[in-house]
């Protein structure tokens, strides 16, 4: 298979980027992959052989918070894919925990792309930074931007001001400099996993099956099976329309009511007992006094925000998977794995 480029994958040992890098191998490109710990290489290609060819995949130790390595990352690479952001179970007490390394990461490893010549970029940035602050009857795309100004959450304030500091650096390039940019905007991102390490993501399944969460709060999802997250990731590298745009990359609605039934339905002759019970609003919000877990949960009561993703569909050709078979298999992936 003739080589179709080198791609340096930021973020290399994420829940994401393990599966596009998985597709990038698999589809003929090279992958430099960058690690904030290098003591975890052997365990990511151990993995990811199990699935594709990784005679083609190297890593490069970088870190966000840190300027040395990124030089190296990007040298002599085609394509930079910065899928690198940090993405806590938890809220922080401190917003900055995020914001910091989410904006200066994100220009640390494209200035060092643009320094060396990279043709295009596409950047992982998230719903999180369309959504947050708008009335949920609204339904959104990718011209909203998340209202900072408004308490959205740290997560949603990173990844709003990381992608706006990006989109800002790359427009502020003359033309001979300015590489071509496009970003994919996910939504709760859930399927099965390829390493033992889950993303924040998992936690909603990983406590239901683990019958860690007291009852069920009013809450839905904006759901996206991970392999066409990576997908569409694989396609804006090349397409010819992708280059000025975002793309909302999300399948469909689901409440966390809905997907505790389903799981209980596809774990139950494996006698796995999903909590079932709701919990009323107005606990939720008694607890938020108390928990800043629950406070997080208050900012999302209620239904999930609708998305117009028209774009992602109509230029890539994307179609997505059904949830309900991207939470049965993340279940299984889970189980299978021992993570649960």
């Known amino acids: 298979m003739k080589d179709r480029g080198l791609v340096t994958v930021t973020g290399a040992s994420g829940f994401i980027a393990l599966h596009t890098i998985r597709d990038l191998l698999g589809q003929g490109y090279s992958v430099r992959g960058t690690v904030r710990d290098t003591g975890r290489v052997d365990r990511l290609v151990t993995s990811l052989s199990k699935y594709c060819d990784v005679t083609n995949l190297t890593f490069v130790r970088a870190d966000l918070g840190e300027d040395s390595g990124w030089t190296e990352a990007m040298t002599g690479a085609d394509y930079l894919l910065h899928m690198a952001s940090p ?84 427009n502020s390039l003359s033309e001979s400099q300015k590489p071509e940019f496009a970003v994919i905007n996910p939504g709760f991102v859930l399927g099965p996993v390829i390493d033992t390490d889950t993303s924040a993501s998992h936690e909603i399944i990983r406590r239901l099956i683990a019958r860690e969460v007291p009852g069920l709060p009013n809450i839905g999802f904006s759901l996206v099976d991970v392999r066409d997250v990576a997908a569409a990731h694989v396609i804006a590298l090349t397409h010819q329309e992708a280059p000025g745009n975002r793309y909302i990359c999300v399948a469909e609605s689901m409440s966390f009511r809905e997907i505790a039934r389903l799981l209980q339905s596809h774990l139950k002759e494996q006698a796995y007992n999903i909590p079932q019970r709701s919990v009323p609003d107005w606990l939720v919000r008694t607890l938020a006094l108390f928990s800043p877990t629950f406070r997080l949960i208050v900012t999302r009561l209620g239904p999930a925000t609708k998305f117009d993703t028209t774009r992602i569909r109509q230029q890539f050709d994307w179609t997505p998977v059904p949830m309900t078979q991207s939470i049965a298999e993340t279940a299984d992936s889970m189980i299978a794995h021992r993570i649960v």
Do not use: C, F
């Open 87 to 170: 993405l806590p179970a938890e809220a922080p007490l401190d917003e900055n925990e995020l914001i910091i390394p989410a904006r200066d990461g994100a220009l640390r490893a494209i200035q060092a792309a643009v320094d060396a010549g990279v043709r295009r970029i596409v950047m992982t940035s998230s719903i999180a930074a369309i959504s947050g602050g708008h009335d949920k009857s609204l339904t959104l795309d990718e011209s909203h931007w998340s209202d900072t100004a408004k308490d959205i959450g740290a997560y949603p304030k990173s990844k709003t001001i990381a992608e706006r500091a990006a989109w800002d650096y790359i």
